[in-house]
């Protein structure tokens, strides 16, 4: 059987196919305060507290976002993706989202398996990682892409995503879907990445605007490619 090892086929995607850019820092003016006379010093050490205590309540207010593993269902559509977070995630980092296609007859049942595949990697790269389930057992089919799209924009809407490295990765039958979004919904996917997976249409013209990049893997003696 063949093995692939999906954390180094990921880091070579993305260190290949995507340019990860680093946001410039911003330095912030600060007036600094003038040697007070008399006895405006000690009322300004006395304000000092009061400020530290202002921004200890700020963080204390801040909502949590959940994170680890996490399995989720559209209460309006019934549909069902698990979700993985990295315990290290913060908020005032912009995490890259991969959308993992499942293979068909896999539906609901690989999260946990391929949560500890990306572990270390989306800790490590800041990525967050969620599987979208499939209505039929058989695999996935263009028509649920709409659906599919609104999961990834609520995952979307609640953490923060860098909208440059959104990428939809799947094998087998999985891949083939990864390819039918990452052509048809440019807006929300910037990269494909597939394993064993066939191109069931032909490739669309490239968009100036809305570049997608992609990385293929498929084994010499693959029957099916």
Known sequence: KRRFTLKKLLAALFAAAFALTSAGAFAAAHAGAQPAKDGKK?????????????????????????TGFMTRTDAALGREYWLYVPENYDPNVSH????????????????????????DFAEDHHFIVMGPKSVAEAGWRPGETEQVVQDVKAVMGQYTVDRTRVVAHGQANGGEMAFYVGFNVRDVFRGVCTVGATLGNPPKDNIANQPLSFFISGGDKDPVI
Request: charged share 50%; glycine share 10%; aromatic share 6%.
């Open 96 to 119: 890259g989202l991969i959308v993992w296609f499942h293979q068909a007859g896999q539906g609901g049942k690989d999260g946990e398996k391929m949560m500890k595949t990306f572990k």
């Open 42 to 66: 000690d009322e300004m050490k006395k304000d000092a507290p009061k400020k530290d205590e202002a921004k200890k309540d700020d963080k204390k207010d801040k909502p949590k976002v959940e």
